[in-house]
Each structure stands twice: as structure tokens, then as C-alpha cells.
């Protein structure tokens, strides 16, 4: 069956359930789990370039814009590399051993890359549930990647969180 998983997983409160499906996968076939997230711009959770009208831009405070924003972006990767090391936490509890990873890039094609060079059989990945404008403007990352993964991919479609 499957005994490679990558999982796709972000900031959004989805992540959970795509966590808890893999984490049962993982007991019931007994596959190995790598834990990724992608930093990115696309992220809807990622910080956006504070401007001279943002509540992020302070002009008292003479810190320019682009360290405001290399610190919102530092937040932003300190979180997801918790949100990692939580689940990893409650896989061990769960006596599932897993890797995870925490690596820069556009979503899809970074977890495709990814998936091939780690050589897993299945990508989990979640699906918001986008559509019309939405999609075709931010675009889907779980459509890219079930159309350019190297493997299998199982789409967790947008729970009722």
C-alpha cells in the first residue's frame, strides 16, 4: 500500500484534520509520515509588506517597513515550525515516528518536488475549498499538486471544522 507519506500542511485551521487523517493512515498501514510546510507569499496565513497605513507601520518607532516585515515573516516561520514540532508531539505520543520540514517556495511545486526526491507514494494535502474568482486568482494548490505530483495524491476536501 503506502508507506512513504508526505503531508501537506499549513496555518489554517484545516490542518489539524489533515494531520489526524494521515496520523491514522500511518497506524492502520504502518507508513513513515514527513510533516512539511511550505513558507510562502501565497500563504493566505503569511505576513503581507506592512505600508505607510498599516496598524503593522509604526513612523515613531524609526524601525523601516522591510524590518517590520522580516520580523512579521520570522513570526510567521516560528509558528509553522510549532505548529510542526506540536504534531510531532502528538505522533509520538501516538507511536508513530516522524520526520518534518519547514522549507521556502510556491506551495505546489515545492511539494512535488519534494514528494519526488523523498521518494513518497502519497501525498495528504487539504483542499479550502476555493472556487470561482478565488481559485482562479490565488489559484488551488491541491489541484497543482494532483496534477503534477510524482505519486498518489489524497485530497482532504474542506472539512466542517
Known sequence: MFSRCLVALDLSAQNKVVFQLALELAQKTGASLMLVHVTSTEDPESPSMPTLISPDYSPAGATSVIEIYEKLWQAYEEKGYQMLQDFDDQALQAGITIEYAQHPGS??????????????????????????WNELIAGSVSNYVMHYAPCSVLIVQNPRI
Not at 118 to 124: R, S, V
Open 107 to 132: 506551495p505546489g511545486k515545492t511539494l512535488c518536488k519534494l514528494a519526488e526526491t523523498q521518494e513518497a507514494d502519497l501525498i495528504i494535502i487539504g483542499r479550502r475549498g476555493h472556487s470561482g
